[in-house]
């Protein structure tokens, strides 16, 4: 099965997380404040970590290497055009409760920040408000960007540098505006390649008639880990190659998963030193 060097290398840190969950070494204090967390606090942080691995994609970019994931909560809504009310609580309490100790818990190599939304929905009449949530592997970020060069120097103009952008949305704590909001270059901080990005943009645009198709990373979806969609050409063995990396790394997750302290296991990866 088609891995790189880099991607073996993710994977065989996932089952030495699996294998020895306490053994990787926190920052500072780090089991100090875990345990001076309140039992209410823990539990809603530790369904916040849960559902954002099992459900949300974060997953693959804490312990993989998926640039970017994204989630999303509703801070003004009513329940009744909820989905699923209860789960929307226990990600603002979990959200909350992050906020709370994020200091705390130094994550160098990643960006975990928060953009808040409004818009007035006409056919109900009412404003509702969500809160959309970044996750964004550093290393990974400035890798694709390098790689794309030639495509987000075009679009973000001869003055772009990867490591500003990163500053930029690291102190304006603002991602959508920075890529001046355009859907190729997010498609590919997304993880889901050059080609699909480009074809789903021109899709948009009505510039393309290449097939177009809902992907998922696997075949036969069994487990609580959300394989990754995403839309591109099914025919693509670029893509291809992309989706068995992401079954491979959706299989490791299950296992992450079904860990004791999921919470604590979380914390640890998240509060690793920069390489």
């Known amino acids: 099965m088609w891995k790189t060097k880099s991607q073996r290398s993710w994977i065989r840190l996932a089952f030495l997380l699996i294998l020895f969950p306490f053994s990787l070494k926190a920052a500072p204090d780090t089991e100090t404040l875990y345990?001076?967390?309140?039992?209410?606090?823990?539990?809603?942080?530790?369904?916040?970590?849960?559902?954002?691995?099992?459900?949300?994609?974060?997953?693959y970019t804490l312990f993989f290497d998926k640039p970017m994931s994204t989630m999303g909560f509703f801070l003004r809504c009513p329940s009744k055009e909820m989905s699923n009310a209860y789960q929307n609580k226990l990600l603002k309490k979990g959200w909350k409760v992050w906020k709370k100790y994020?200091?705390?818990?130094?994550?160098?190599?990643?960006?975990?920040?928060?953009?808040?939304?409004?818009?007035?929905?006409?056919?109900?009449?009412?404003?509702?408000?969500?809160?959309?949530?970044?996750?964004?592997?550093?290393?990974?970020?400035?890798?694709?960007?390098?790689?794309?060069?030639?495509?987000?120097?075009d679009r973000l103009g001869s003055e772009f540098s990867p490591r500003t952008l990163l500053e930029q949305i690291e102190s304006t704590k603002c991602l959508l505006v920075h890529l001046n909001y355009d859907e190729t270059l997010l498609g590919i901080l997304l993880g889901f390649g050059r080609e699909a990005a480009l074809i789903f943009d021109l899709h948009e645009k009505g510039e393309s008639h290449t097939p177009l198709n809902r992907l998922v990373s696997t075949d036969s979806f069994v487990g609580k880990v959300e394989p990754v969609v995403f839309m591109g050409n099914e025919n693509s063995l670029a893509t291809q190659e992309i989706l068995k990396k992401y079954d491979e790394q959706r299989k490791a997750l299950e296992k992450i998963l079904q860990q004791k302290d999921l919470l604590k296991l979380t914390l640890k990866a998240l509060s690793q030193p920069t390489e």
């Open 35 to 59: 345990n001076n967390m309140t039992v209410r606090e823990s539990f809603y942080l530790r369904e916040f970590f849960r559902i954002a691995i099992s459900e949300e994609h974060f997953g």
């Open 102 to 153: 994020e200091t705390s818990f130094p994550h160098s190599r990643f960006l975990l920040f928060e953009e808040e939304e409004s818009f007035f929905d006409k056919e109900n009449k009412h404003t509702i408000k969500v809160c959309n949530l970044y996750l964004i592997h550093k290393k990974e970020f400035l890798s694709q960007i390098v790689a794309n060069w030639d495509l987000f120097s």
